[in-house]
């Protein structure tokens, strides 16, 4: 089984499959299509034949169940295609490193350095042979990291008909770092009566909540005149969009914050004298605290109103996502299924909220109990984007022992 995991992940991350914020297109991006159909040919070859791509680009298989499994509910396996939208993607450069401590060179031409003093979850990993980039893209470990997994999963059980296990429904999404994952994902066609999506986290972390999330867009509008005949008459609305990035409260930011803390993250301004935007990421996984979050930023909205008529300020407000500890609260068989697979697999799983979200938060929304398994990178949507070798490999084995484990669940009751 591990045998197959990395050629597999080394192989997927050549791929770039970045997605777009601003496409309307589904899947945002056409590249992201070179990777499914890749994925449908191995899936093949593999023996699952009835493997393609559907609606929107996502990827659906299914592994019949074996002999006597016939009734057990069907288990789902989920992760993400696509990369983010934050680094390049293209011509990604995996090289793998044994991580002996301090800082590691990733470019020597460059002078990039990836240091342990700003990353310093590495020296848990000293000793072992680790993955980076080279320092000018991200890896993509995130998420072509739960796909190698699953593939690798899937690999195994074919090689292995004595092992006996449900139907396993695989499916394999675009546009998930862009918050369109699951909009055309079928829960009805995947099949699945509960599901686990592999995106992302350290080695045993097992996830089971994540952030209320939604998106806000502050538009502020100035008024152009030449700069040589401005006085009195330009109001620059860079000027006032900065006034408004002030006012943000600074210990609310990613920065700032942990665990179960929200925040308000400013990811984006872009604009000229006459109109300047600002997106805004609003996150908390409690729920009052998230509409707490987005009241302040509509009362900043109204004070710079107050403050500066001359430059009129408007505020959007998107919710992107939900809270998926509510929904898997009722399905508790979910995640001790979970649970036994990781004991099984020599791992006590790490129980932690997630300071993001996953296609499984959404799919939990919509009635299909969804909740995360780590695949084992850290720091992704950058060029410190790392996975240790260890960690893919048990990413790897925690997917057979939750294939295994599907023959010995009866009902999710």
Do not use: W
């Not at 979850?121 to 893209?137: A, L, P």
């Not at 057979?400 to 484990?405: C, F, Q, R, S």
């Amino acid at each position: 089984m591990n045998e197959t995991v990395l050629p597999r992940f080394l192989r997927y991350v050549s791929f770039d499959t970045q997605s777009a914020r601003e496409s309307e297109t589904a899947p945002s991006t056409e590249k992201q299509l070179r990777l499914a159909e890749t994925l449908v040919a191995e899936l093949k070859e593999l023996g699952v034949e009835n493997a393609h791509i559907g609606n929107g680009g996502v990827v659906y298989a299914l592994v019949p169940a074996t002999k006597g499994c016939e009734d057990c509910p069907t288990i789902g396996f989920i992760a993400h295609m696509d990369t983010s939208p934050d680094a390049s993607g293209e011509n990604v450069k995996p090289q793998i490193l044994r991580y002996e401590g301090g800082d590691v060179t990733l470019n020597a031409e460059k002078g990039i350095v990836f240091k342990a003093a700003d990353f310093p979850e590495i020296t848990k990993y000293q000793g072992e042979d680790v993955i980076f980039t080279d320092g000018t893209t991200l890896l993509g470990a995130d998420d072509k990291a739960g796909v190698a997994a699953i593939m690798a999963m899937v690999a195994h059980v074919q090689a292995h008909p004595e092992m006996p296990h449900a139907a396993l429904a695989i499916g394999f999404t675009p546009d998930e770092e862009v918050a369109r994952g699951t909009v055309n994902f079928d829960i009805e066609h995947f099949g699945a009566s509960y599901a686990y999506t592999f995106d992302g986290g350290e080695v045993g972390t097992f996830e089971n909540e994540n952030f209320n999330a939604g998106t806000a867009i502050v538009t502020v509008k100035g008024v152009g005149v030449h700069p040589g005949l401005a006085k009195d008459k330009m109001v620059n609305s860079l000027r006032y969009a900065a006034k408004f990035m002030e006012m943000l409260p600074a210990d609310m930011s990613p920065e700032c914050t942990a665990g179960h803390e929200g925040f308000l993250h400013p990811n984006m301004m872009k604009g000229n004298v006459v109109e300047t935007t600002i997106r805004i990421l609003v996150r908390d996984h409690d729920t009052a605290l998230y509409e707490e979050k987005k009241a302040l930023l509509r009362d900043l909205v109204a004070k710079m109103n107050e403050l500066y008529p001359q430059a009129p300020c408007t505020i959007e407000i998107k919710d992107s996502y939900q809270n998926m500890r509510p929904y898997l609260d009722k399905a508790p068989k979910v995640l001790e299924i979970a649970r036994a697979a990781y004991r099984a697999a020599g791992l006590e799983p790490i129980e932690e909220p997630i300071r993001g979200g996953t296609d499984g938060a959404r799919l939990s929304v919509r009635g299909l109990p969804c909740p995360n398994v780590f695949t084992g990178g850290m720091n992704f949507h950058g060029i410190n984007e790392c996975l240790p070798v260890k960690s893919l490999e048990k990413a790897a084995e925690v997917a057979v022992k939750l294939a295994e484990g599907s023959a010995t669940v009866k009902s999710l009751a």
